[in-house]
Protein backbone atom coordinates (compact mmCIF):
# COMPACT_ATOMS: atom_id res chain seq x y z
CA UNK A 1 0.00 0.00 0.00
CA UNK A 2 1.45 3.44 -1.32
CA UNK A 3 -0.38 6.84 0.28
CA UNK A 4 0.83 10.32 -1.27
CA UNK A 5 -1.18 13.64 -0.82
CA UNK A 6 -1.44 15.43 -4.29
CA UNK A 7 -2.82 18.91 -3.40
CA UNK A 8 -3.37 20.44 -0.07
CA UNK A 9 -5.59 23.75 0.51
CA UNK A 10 -3.95 26.61 0.62
CA UNK A 11 -4.26 29.02 3.37
CA UNK A 12 -3.18 27.07 6.18
CA UNK A 13 -6.62 24.87 5.50
CA UNK A 14 -5.47 20.57 6.03
CA UNK A 15 -8.41 19.59 3.19
CA UNK A 16 -6.17 17.48 1.37
CA UNK A 17 -7.11 15.66 -2.12
CA UNK A 18 -4.18 12.20 -2.37
CA UNK A 19 -4.20 9.09 -4.00
CA UNK A 20 -3.86 5.60 -2.77
CA UNK A 21 -2.19 2.65 -4.45
CA UNK A 22 -3.06 -0.40 -2.93
CA UNK A 23 -4.18 -4.48 -4.63
CA UNK A 24 -3.21 -2.50 -8.03
CA UNK A 25 -5.96 -0.21 -8.17
CA UNK A 26 -5.23 3.90 -7.64
CA UNK A 27 -8.40 5.31 -5.68
CA UNK A 28 -8.66 9.08 -5.50
CA UNK A 29 -8.87 10.52 -1.87
CA UNK A 30 -11.26 11.77 -0.04
CA UNK A 31 -13.28 8.82 -0.79
CA UNK A 32 -15.58 6.67 1.05
CA UNK A 33 -15.96 2.78 2.36
CA UNK A 34 -19.39 1.23 1.06
CA UNK A 35 -20.85 -0.23 4.39
CA UNK A 36 -21.03 -4.20 4.32
CA UNK A 37 -23.32 -6.73 5.92
CA UNK A 38 -21.15 -10.15 5.55
CA UNK A 39 -19.02 -8.40 2.88
CA UNK A 40 -21.07 -6.76 0.43
CA UNK A 41 -24.02 -3.96 0.78
CA UNK A 42 -27.02 -4.52 2.23
CA UNK A 43 -28.77 -4.94 -0.97
CA UNK A 44 -26.82 -4.14 -4.08
CA UNK A 45 -25.32 -7.64 -4.73
CA UNK A 46 -21.79 -9.06 -6.52
CA UNK A 47 -22.98 -8.72 -10.25
CA UNK A 48 -24.75 -5.18 -9.13
CA UNK A 49 -21.75 -3.48 -8.09
CA UNK A 50 -19.95 -3.25 -11.15
CA UNK A 51 -23.05 -0.66 -12.07
CA UNK A 52 -21.38 1.50 -9.85
CA UNK A 53 -18.90 4.53 -10.32
CA UNK A 54 -15.28 2.61 -10.33
CA UNK A 55 -12.70 2.91 -8.92
CA UNK A 56 -14.83 4.45 -6.21
CA UNK A 57 -16.68 1.60 -5.48
CA UNK A 58 -13.69 -0.78 -4.92
CA UNK A 59 -13.54 0.29 -1.00
CA UNK A 60 -15.45 -1.95 0.73
CA UNK A 61 -15.53 -1.98 4.70
CA UNK A 62 -16.30 -5.45 6.19
CA UNK A 63 -16.20 -6.40 9.78
CA UNK A 64 -14.55 -9.50 10.98
CA UNK A 65 -17.11 -9.99 13.78
CA UNK A 66 -19.90 -10.62 11.14
CA UNK A 67 -18.34 -13.85 10.33
CA UNK A 68 -18.27 -15.03 14.12
CA UNK A 69 -21.63 -16.67 13.04
CA UNK A 70 -20.74 -17.95 9.63
CA UNK A 71 -18.34 -20.33 8.14
CA UNK A 72 -14.97 -21.33 10.15
CA UNK A 73 -12.34 -19.27 9.67
CA UNK A 74 -10.45 -21.94 8.47
CA UNK A 75 -13.14 -22.61 5.74
CA UNK A 76 -12.56 -18.47 4.95
CA UNK A 77 -8.75 -19.47 4.77
CA UNK A 78 -8.65 -22.50 2.59
CA UNK A 79 -11.37 -20.81 -0.23
CA UNK A 80 -8.08 -17.98 0.09
CA UNK A 81 -9.71 -15.51 2.35
CA UNK A 82 -12.78 -13.00 1.82
CA UNK A 83 -11.82 -11.90 -2.07
CA UNK A 84 -12.53 -15.46 -3.21
CA UNK A 85 -15.07 -16.07 -1.12
CA UNK A 86 -17.17 -13.01 -1.86
CA UNK A 87 -15.93 -13.17 -5.72
CA UNK A 88 -14.52 -9.87 -5.04
CA UNK A 89 -10.59 -10.13 -6.36
CA UNK A 90 -10.14 -6.65 -7.54
CA UNK A 91 -11.94 -4.88 -4.64
CA UNK A 92 -10.31 -3.25 -1.55
CA UNK A 93 -11.33 -4.68 1.72
CA UNK A 94 -10.92 -2.82 4.66
CA UNK A 95 -11.44 -4.76 7.95
CA UNK A 96 -12.38 -3.09 11.07
CA UNK A 97 -14.10 -5.04 14.51
CA UNK A 98 -17.35 -2.91 14.93
CA UNK A 99 -19.43 -0.91 12.60
CA UNK A 100 -22.67 0.84 12.81
CA UNK A 101 -25.43 -1.52 11.71
CA UNK A 102 -24.84 -5.10 13.01
CA UNK A 103 -21.59 -5.57 15.12
CA UNK A 104 -22.06 -2.17 17.67
CA UNK A 105 -19.39 -1.88 20.36
CA UNK A 106 -20.79 -1.87 23.95
CA UNK A 107 -18.11 -0.36 25.97
CA UNK A 108 -19.96 -1.56 29.46
CA UNK A 109 -19.53 -4.67 28.47
CA UNK A 110 -15.46 -5.08 27.75
CA UNK A 111 -12.89 -5.34 29.78
CA UNK A 112 -9.08 -5.84 29.65
CA UNK A 113 -9.31 -9.02 28.35
CA UNK A 114 -11.32 -7.79 25.01
CA UNK A 115 -13.64 -5.58 23.27
CA UNK A 116 -17.57 -6.55 23.53
CA UNK A 117 -19.83 -6.00 20.94
CA UNK A 118 -23.48 -6.09 20.06
CA UNK A 119 -24.38 -8.25 17.31
CA UNK A 120 -27.72 -10.14 16.06
CA UNK A 121 -26.35 -13.30 17.32
CA UNK A 122 -25.75 -11.41 20.68
CA UNK A 123 -23.00 -10.01 22.94
CA UNK A 124 -19.58 -10.81 21.88
CA UNK A 125 -16.11 -10.22 23.99
CA UNK A 126 -13.63 -10.09 21.07
CA UNK A 127 -10.09 -10.78 22.26
CA UNK A 128 -7.29 -10.01 20.43
CA UNK A 129 -6.08 -13.30 19.61
CA UNK A 130 -9.60 -14.01 18.61
CA UNK A 131 -9.62 -10.86 16.26
CA UNK A 132 -6.22 -11.79 14.70
CA UNK A 133 -7.13 -15.32 13.64
CA UNK A 134 -10.42 -13.46 11.83
CA UNK A 135 -8.09 -10.94 10.14
CA UNK A 136 -5.14 -13.68 9.06
CA UNK A 137 -7.97 -15.81 7.71
CA UNK A 138 -10.20 -13.12 6.20
CA UNK A 139 -6.96 -11.73 4.50
CA UNK A 140 -8.34 -8.21 3.70
CA UNK A 141 -5.88 -5.50 2.12
CA UNK A 142 -6.04 -3.23 5.40
CA UNK A 143 -6.92 -3.81 8.86
CA UNK A 144 -7.68 -1.30 11.43
CA UNK A 145 -6.45 -2.58 15.77
CA UNK A 146 -8.88 -3.67 18.32
CA UNK A 147 -9.76 -0.87 20.21
CA UNK A 148 -11.84 -0.02 23.20
CA UNK A 149 -14.35 2.73 21.92
CA UNK A 150 -16.26 4.57 24.94
CA UNK A 151 -19.17 6.87 24.27
CA UNK A 152 -18.82 10.91 25.17
CA UNK A 153 -20.78 10.58 28.63
CA UNK A 154 -17.94 8.38 30.22
CA UNK A 155 -15.94 9.35 33.42
CA UNK A 156 -12.34 10.70 32.78
CA UNK A 157 -10.71 7.58 34.31
CA UNK A 158 -12.62 5.05 32.05
CA UNK A 159 -11.57 7.02 29.26
CA UNK A 160 -7.87 6.93 30.24
CA UNK A 161 -8.30 2.91 30.31
CA UNK A 162 -10.09 2.95 27.07
CA UNK A 163 -6.87 4.54 25.54
CA UNK A 164 -4.32 2.23 27.36
CA UNK A 165 -6.62 -0.84 26.64
CA UNK A 166 -6.09 0.50 22.87
CA UNK A 167 -2.77 1.10 22.73
CA UNK A 168 -2.17 -2.33 24.14
CA UNK A 169 -4.24 -4.28 22.13
CA UNK A 170 -2.90 -2.09 18.96
CA UNK A 171 0.35 -3.77 20.35
CA UNK A 172 -0.92 -7.24 20.76
CA UNK A 173 -2.19 -7.02 17.56
CA UNK A 174 1.23 -6.40 15.68
CA UNK A 175 2.62 -9.19 17.53
CA UNK A 176 0.45 -11.50 16.05
CA UNK A 177 0.03 -10.47 12.51
CA UNK A 178 2.08 -12.23 9.64
CA UNK A 179 3.25 -8.61 8.45
CA UNK A 180 4.53 -6.85 11.52
CA UNK A 181 2.02 -4.40 10.74
CA UNK A 182 2.22 -3.73 7.52
CA UNK A 183 -1.34 -3.61 6.57
CA UNK A 184 -2.53 -1.81 9.78
CA UNK A 185 -4.64 1.62 10.73
CA UNK A 186 -4.08 2.35 14.36
CA UNK A 187 -6.87 3.13 16.16
CA UNK A 188 -7.08 6.71 17.92
CA UNK A 189 -9.80 6.78 20.79
CA UNK A 190 -10.03 8.95 23.89
CA UNK A 191 -13.65 10.18 23.76
CA UNK A 192 -14.33 13.55 23.78
CA UNK A 193 -11.37 14.62 25.99
CA UNK A 194 -8.94 16.19 23.57
CA UNK A 195 -5.59 15.72 25.66
CA UNK A 196 -5.98 11.76 25.60
CA UNK A 197 -7.02 12.36 21.92
CA UNK A 198 -3.34 13.39 21.29
CA UNK A 199 -1.85 11.57 23.65
CA UNK A 200 -3.34 8.25 21.86
CA UNK A 201 -2.67 10.01 18.24
CA UNK A 202 1.07 10.47 19.75
CA UNK A 203 1.40 6.76 20.95
CA UNK A 204 -0.19 5.23 17.94
CA UNK A 205 1.64 6.81 15.85
CA UNK A 206 4.93 5.41 17.02
CA UNK A 207 4.21 2.07 15.92
CA UNK A 208 4.49 0.64 12.78
CA UNK A 209 1.08 0.93 11.40
CA UNK A 210 0.11 2.10 7.61
CA UNK A 211 -2.40 4.64 8.75
CA UNK A 212 -4.91 5.96 11.50
CA UNK A 213 -8.63 4.78 11.93
CA UNK A 214 -10.03 7.58 13.87
CA UNK A 215 -13.00 5.44 16.27
CA UNK A 216 -15.13 6.69 19.13
CA UNK A 217 -16.91 9.31 17.40
CA UNK A 218 -21.12 9.46 17.09
CA UNK A 219 -21.26 8.24 20.27
CA UNK A 220 -23.17 11.59 22.23
CA UNK A 221 -20.48 13.99 21.08
CA UNK A 222 -21.91 17.47 19.97
CA UNK A 223 -20.88 18.26 16.59
CA UNK A 224 -19.07 21.15 18.18
CA UNK A 225 -16.83 18.50 20.37
CA UNK A 226 -16.54 16.27 16.72
CA UNK A 227 -14.29 19.28 15.25
CA UNK A 228 -12.60 19.59 17.80
CA UNK A 229 -11.37 15.96 18.41
CA UNK A 230 -10.47 15.91 14.86
CA UNK A 231 -8.49 18.64 14.62
CA UNK A 232 -6.84 17.84 17.94
CA UNK A 233 -6.48 13.71 16.76
CA UNK A 234 -5.20 14.93 12.68
CA UNK A 235 -2.73 17.45 14.20
CA UNK A 236 -0.48 14.70 15.96
CA UNK A 237 -0.83 12.57 13.15
CA UNK A 238 1.96 12.36 10.37
CA UNK A 239 0.80 13.67 7.07
CA UNK A 240 2.34 11.42 4.56
CA UNK A 241 0.32 8.40 6.36
CA UNK A 242 -3.77 8.43 5.47
CA UNK A 243 -6.32 8.80 7.87
CA UNK A 244 -9.71 6.92 8.29
CA UNK A 245 -12.44 8.48 9.93
CA UNK A 246 -16.03 6.18 11.45
CA UNK A 247 -19.83 7.49 11.90
CA UNK A 248 -19.24 10.46 9.87
CA UNK A 249 -21.89 10.19 7.48
CA UNK A 250 -24.14 13.21 6.83
CA UNK A 251 -23.24 15.84 3.69
CA UNK A 252 -22.23 18.35 6.66
CA UNK A 253 -20.16 15.81 8.54
CA UNK A 254 -18.07 14.72 5.94
CA UNK A 255 -17.34 18.18 4.81
CA UNK A 256 -16.19 19.25 8.11
CA UNK A 257 -14.09 15.60 8.19
CA UNK A 258 -12.80 16.66 4.99
CA UNK A 259 -11.98 20.33 6.75
CA UNK A 260 -10.02 18.66 9.33
CA UNK A 261 -7.82 16.37 6.65
CA UNK A 262 -9.61 12.82 6.72
CA UNK A 263 -8.91 11.18 3.71
CA UNK A 264 -11.31 7.84 3.66
CA UNK A 265 -14.93 8.00 5.54
CA UNK A 266 -16.71 4.63 6.67
CA UNK A 267 -20.85 5.34 7.50
CA UNK A 268 -23.48 3.55 7.35
CA UNK A 269 -25.28 6.76 6.02
CA UNK A 270 -26.31 4.94 2.29
CA UNK A 271 -27.27 1.66 4.25
CA UNK A 272 -29.71 4.44 6.93
CA UNK A 273 -30.81 6.33 3.89
CA UNK A 274 -32.33 3.28 2.37
CA UNK A 275 -33.74 1.82 5.04
CA UNK A 276 -36.09 4.95 5.63
CA UNK A 277 -36.89 5.37 1.92
CA UNK A 278 -34.91 8.20 1.13
CA UNK A 279 -33.10 8.80 -2.15
CA UNK A 280 -30.49 11.96 -2.37
CA UNK A 281 -31.10 14.72 -4.92
CA UNK A 282 -28.73 17.48 -4.07
CA UNK A 283 -26.80 18.51 -6.99
CA UNK A 284 -23.29 17.11 -7.66
CA UNK A 285 -22.70 19.31 -10.42
CA UNK A 286 -22.65 22.84 -9.10
CA UNK A 287 -18.79 23.68 -9.47
CA UNK A 288 -18.90 26.36 -11.88
CA UNK A 289 -22.46 25.53 -12.96
CA UNK A 290 -24.34 25.71 -9.56
CA UNK A 291 -22.74 27.80 -7.17
CA UNK A 292 -23.60 31.09 -9.09
CA UNK A 293 -23.46 34.08 -6.67
CA UNK A 294 -22.49 32.31 -3.93
CA UNK A 295 -25.20 30.18 -3.78
CA UNK A 296 -26.20 26.76 -4.14
CA UNK A 297 -29.09 25.71 -6.19
CA UNK A 298 -31.81 24.17 -3.47
CA UNK A 299 -35.54 25.08 -5.12
CA UNK A 300 -36.45 21.57 -4.02
CA UNK A 301 -37.02 21.64 -0.69
CA UNK A 302 -34.74 19.76 1.25
CA UNK A 303 -32.25 20.11 -0.89
CA UNK A 304 -29.95 17.12 0.13
CA UNK A 305 -32.91 14.14 0.42
CA UNK A 306 -36.43 12.86 -0.62
CA UNK A 307 -38.56 10.49 1.12
CA UNK A 308 -40.14 8.57 -1.61
CA UNK A 309 -42.67 6.74 0.73
CA UNK A 310 -44.66 10.23 0.25
CA UNK A 311 -48.02 10.17 -1.10
CA UNK A 312 -46.44 13.24 -3.58
CA UNK A 313 -44.53 11.05 -5.19
CA UNK A 314 -47.34 8.50 -6.40
CA UNK A 315 -48.28 9.91 -9.32
CA UNK A 316 -45.11 11.21 -10.23
CA UNK A 317 -43.12 10.07 -13.71
CA UNK A 318 -39.54 11.86 -13.23
CA UNK A 319 -36.78 10.53 -12.49
CA UNK A 320 -35.12 10.57 -8.76
CA UNK A 321 -32.57 13.16 -10.53
CA UNK A 322 -32.44 14.09 -13.69
CA UNK A 323 -28.78 14.01 -14.50
CA UNK A 324 -27.75 10.96 -12.20
CA UNK A 325 -26.31 8.11 -15.07
CA UNK A 326 -27.36 5.29 -12.19
CA UNK A 327 -29.16 2.46 -13.35
CA UNK A 328 -32.01 3.27 -11.09
CA UNK A 329 -32.32 6.99 -12.52
CA UNK A 330 -32.05 5.01 -15.96
CA UNK A 331 -34.72 2.97 -16.15
CA UNK A 332 -37.01 3.70 -13.08
CA UNK A 333 -39.24 7.05 -12.06
CA UNK A 334 -39.92 8.36 -8.51
CA UNK A 335 -43.95 6.87 -8.85
CA UNK A 336 -42.43 2.81 -9.87
CA UNK A 337 -40.50 3.75 -6.84
CA UNK A 338 -42.96 4.69 -4.24
CA UNK A 339 -45.15 1.81 -4.88
CA UNK A 340 -42.81 -0.71 -4.30
CA UNK A 341 -41.71 1.15 -1.11
CA UNK A 342 -45.38 0.76 -0.07
CA UNK A 343 -46.38 -2.32 -1.26
CA UNK A 344 -42.89 -3.36 0.69
CA UNK A 345 -41.09 -5.19 -2.21
CA UNK A 346 -37.23 -5.61 -1.61
CA UNK A 347 -36.55 -4.45 -4.79
CA UNK A 348 -37.33 -0.79 -3.60
CA UNK A 349 -33.84 -1.27 -1.48
CA UNK A 350 -32.15 -2.86 -4.01
CA UNK A 351 -33.16 0.32 -6.57
CA UNK A 352 -32.58 3.11 -3.64
CA UNK A 353 -29.17 1.71 -2.44
CA UNK A 354 -27.46 1.24 -6.26
CA UNK A 355 -29.24 5.11 -6.44
CA UNK A 356 -27.78 6.56 -3.28
CA UNK A 357 -24.57 4.63 -3.36
CA UNK A 358 -23.63 6.12 -6.94
CA UNK A 359 -24.97 9.48 -5.93
CA UNK A 360 -23.20 9.88 -2.62
CA UNK A 361 -19.59 8.23 -4.58
CA UNK A 362 -20.36 11.22 -7.15
CA UNK A 363 -20.34 13.68 -4.07
CA UNK A 364 -16.65 12.48 -3.01
CA UNK A 365 -15.42 13.01 -6.69
CA UNK A 366 -16.87 16.58 -6.49
CA UNK A 367 -15.48 17.29 -3.37
CA UNK A 368 -11.92 16.18 -4.65
CA UNK A 369 -12.27 18.21 -7.61
CA UNK A 370 -13.31 21.65 -5.25
CA UNK A 371 -10.09 20.83 -3.65
CA UNK A 372 -7.66 20.51 -6.84
CA UNK A 373 -9.76 23.60 -8.15
CA UNK A 374 -9.09 25.43 -4.81
CA UNK A 375 -12.85 25.98 -4.09
CA UNK A 376 -13.35 23.46 -1.50
CA UNK A 377 -13.80 25.86 2.14
CA UNK A 378 -16.41 28.06 -0.23
CA UNK A 379 -18.37 24.90 -1.42
CA UNK A 380 -18.43 23.63 2.26
CA UNK A 381 -19.60 27.53 4.11
CA UNK A 382 -22.14 27.13 1.53
CA UNK A 383 -23.28 24.08 1.37
CA UNK A 384 -23.59 23.88 5.37
CA UNK A 385 -24.94 27.38 5.18
CA UNK A 386 -28.02 26.53 2.89
CA UNK A 387 -28.44 23.26 4.84
CA UNK A 388 -28.89 25.11 8.47
CA UNK A 389 -30.93 27.38 6.85
CA UNK A 390 -33.46 24.79 5.67
CA UNK A 391 -33.69 22.85 8.88
CA UNK A 392 -34.13 26.46 10.82
CA UNK A 393 -36.96 27.28 8.09
CA UNK A 394 -38.65 23.54 8.90
CA UNK A 395 -38.60 24.24 12.83
CA UNK A 396 -40.23 27.79 12.16
Known sequence: MRFAVTKVCGGGAKARAGMLQIAGSNIETPALLLSTRKGLPAFVSRDLLASLPLPDSL?????PTHFMEGPPSK???????????????DHILIAAAGDSIESLPTSEASNKFGASFETPAGRRLVKPSDYMELISCMKPNLWASLADEVPAWVTEKRNKVSVERTLRWLDACIALDEDSGANTLGVVVGGSSIELRKLCATEVSKRNVSGFWIGGLGFGDSPEERCSILDAAVGCLPPEKPRVVSRLGLPEEVLEGVAAGID???SAYIYQLTMGGFALIFPIDMVGEKMQNGSLNSSDGDF??????????????????????????????RAYLNHLLNVHEMLAQILLEIHNTHHYLCFFRLIRDTIKTGQFDRFRQQFVQDRRAYLAAAVI
Open 59 to 63: LLHVC
Open 264 to 266: LFD
Open 304 to 333: TKINLRATTYRKDTSRIVDSCSCFTCQNHT
Open 75 to 89: TISNIGGLHHMLGLP
